[in-house]
């Protein structure tokens, strides 16, 4: 749980190929209105640029597209990379499809100012160093531009949250094997998840590496939740 970046990374490239087939199983298809709901806080419309963060095989990243943004999707794992650029048929250098690019978010490789908007979903936790990662996505957004995190995030109904803890730790690695998937990765995800701070706590992260106007807004009980924050302009 120490999250060393070479470990992480490699993990996810064993996982890449059945990665959001598992991830559709195992979240019981609220992937898809979580995606959505990111897609809408980001607001994103034709003319402006999105990066899309821990993208992994480029799905999250054709919400933004579909609105008329431009796109990249960006990832460390280079698994990942490459199964979004077989699937969607673009690459960094054609100008077509989905550009798709490594890169560390503790050390972007993108100027200053040059996105409308950042976005990273259910891959922050995997950064080795949090607050490092949310300032570089300051550096890279333009002034009066908006970040976009969805993160899973601490249950808010207590009865629930019981039954949630239990399915977590002991059925969603389970799941995974059943569906072909390399279960050491979901049960690092479900550690992941356990360990990581509540959203009042995230969101005091946020605003301390210099992010205004932080809110956030629970989705399926807290599972997950969409922080929002703004670059000063």
């Given amino acids: 749980m120490d999250k060393q970046p070479d470990q992480v990374a490699a993990m996810f490239d064993r996982t890449a190929r059945r990665y959001d087939l598992v991830n559709d199983v195992i979240s019981l298809g609220q992937v898809r209105f979580w995606r959505k709901a990111v897609a809408a806080a980001v607001d994103a419309g034709p003319g402006e640029v999105v990066l899309d963060l821990g993208a992994g095989t480029g799905t999250s990243t054709d919400a933004f597209t579909a609105l008329g943004a431009r796109a990249i999707a960006s990832d460390f794992s280079l698994g990942m ?5 077989r699937r969607h048929g673009g690459n960094a250098l054609s100008g077509q499809g989905v550009p798709f690019i ?11 100012d040059s996105f409308d908007a950042v976005t990273i979903s259910v891959a922050l936790r995997n950064v080795h160093d949090t607050s490092q990662a949310l300032r570089e996505m ?3 957004t333009r002034p009066g531009g908006r970040l976009v995190i969805l993160e899973f995030s601490h249950v808010t109904v207590p009865m629930f949250d019981r039954v949630y803890r239990e399915y977590l730790m002991r059925l969603l690695p389970k799941v995974a094997q059943v569906f072909g998937s390399n279960d050491d990765s979901y049960e690092y995800l479900a550690e992941s998840i356990r360990d990581w701070p509540d959203q009042p706590t995230l969101a005091r992260t946020i605003q301390d590496a210099g992010w205004r106007r932080v809110a956030w807004r629970n989705l399926s009980m807290g599972i997950v939740a969409v922080h929002r924050g703004f670059k000063s302009a």
Avoid: E, Q
Avoid at 81 to 85: A, E, I, N
Avoid at 102 to 112: I, K, S, T, V, W
């Fill in 102 to 112: 490594a890169g560390d978010a503790m050390r972007l490789p993108f100027a200053d």
């Fill in 138 to 140: 300051l550096r890279v």
């Fill in 81 to 85: 990379l490459c199964t979004g650029v």
